[in-house]
C-alpha cells in the first residue's frame, strides 16, 4: 500500500540552486496539493491540481512552480532556492472534494536552503 | 478567505484522562467539512476525525468525539482515556466543498502531552 510517496525525504540546497520535488500516488485521485510546513504553523497550501494538465494557485505559490504532466504524478519546483523555503513539505491528493474522500499525505520533504 | 484558530500551542493530560482541544474558525460559507488530523513525531498527517457541517449530530471515532458548534464556529476534539500513542501535534482543518478545489486551511496546531 504505497499512497502517497514523496521522493527526496530530506536535502540541503544552496541559495539559488534549483530543484525538484516528485509526488507520486496510487490511488487514481485526480486531485493533489503541495504544502509547506514551517515551525509553529499549519500546513499551507502552495499550488494544488485538479487534474492532469492542469494547476492553480494555493495560499503561498510565490518561488514555486508545479507540473501535473501525468494524473499520478505532482512535481514541485524552486528554480532559485532561498532560505525562506527552508521548510517541510507535504504531499496530498484526494479522490475528490467530499469530507467522505479526505486528503491523503506523503510523509513529507525536509528541504533546508543555507 | 477561511480561517482557523487552535488558541492551546501545547494542553498536557495524564494518561487515562480526558482531554479536549479547542478550534475555532471563521467562513462565510453555509456548508463545509471540519477535520482532525494528527502529527507524530514520525511526521506523518494522519487523519483522527471528519464532521460535515450540514449534520447536527457531532462525529465519533472510537475514544475521539468532536463537539461540533455551527453558530459559535467551534470545532473541539475530545479524546477520552488518553493513551502515550496519543501525544503528537493535532491541528485542526477546514475545506469547502465541490466548487473549487482549493486545499485544507489548517490552524497552527496543538501540541498534546501526554504524562505517564
Known amino acids: 500500500n504505497a499512497g502517497v510517496t514523496q521522493t527526496p525525504k530530506f536535502r540541503v540546497l544552496k541559495t539559488g540552486q534549483s530543484m525538484t520535488l516528485l509526488c507520486a500516488q496510487d490511488m487514481n485521485h485526480e486531485y493533489m496539493y503541495w504544502y509547506r510546513q514551517d515551525p509553529g504553523m499549519g500546513l499551507r497550501l502552495i499550488h494544488y491540481s485538479v487534474g492532469e494538465g492542469t494547476t492553480a494557485k494555493g495560499e503561498v505559490p510565490d518561488g514555486y512552480n508545479v507540473s501535473r504532466l501525468k494524473k499520478q504524478n505532482f512535481l514541485l519546483g524552486l528554480e532559485s532556492a532561498a532560505p525562506s523555503q527552508t521548510s517541510v513539505y507535504f504531499c496530498a491528493s484526494s479522490r475528490g472534494t467530499t469530507s467522505n474522500q479526505p486528503q491523503h499525505f506523503g510523509d513529507g520533504t525536509r528541504l533546508s536552503i543555507l | 478567505a477561511q480561517t482557523v484558530t487552535q488558541s492551546q500551542p501545547e494542553m498536557s493530560v495524564q494518561e487515562a484522562e480526558t482531554v479536549t482541544l479547542s478550534c475555532t474558525y471563521d467562513?462565510?460559507?453555509?456548508?463545509?467539512?471540519l477535520f482532525w488530523y494528527k502529527q507524530p513525531p514520525s511526521r506523518q498527517m494522519i487523519l483522527v476525525i471528519r464532521?460535515?457541517?450540514?449534520?447536527?449530530q457531532n462525529a465519533t471515532e472510537n475514544r475521539f468525539s468532536v463537539n461540533f458548534q455551527k453558530a459559535a464556529k467551534s470545532f473541539s476534539l475530545k479524546i477520552s482515556d488518553s493513551q502515550l500513542g496519543d501525544a503528537a501535534m493535532y491541528f485542526c482543518a477546514y475545506r469547502t466543498p465541490g466548487g473549487g478545489a482549493d486545499g485544507l486551511t489548517f490552524g497552527k496546531g496543538t501540541h498534546l502531552i501526554i504524562q505517564p
Open positions: 467562513t462565510s460559507e453555509s456548508d463545509y467539512y
Open positions: 464532521q460535515e457541517a450540514y449534520k447536527q
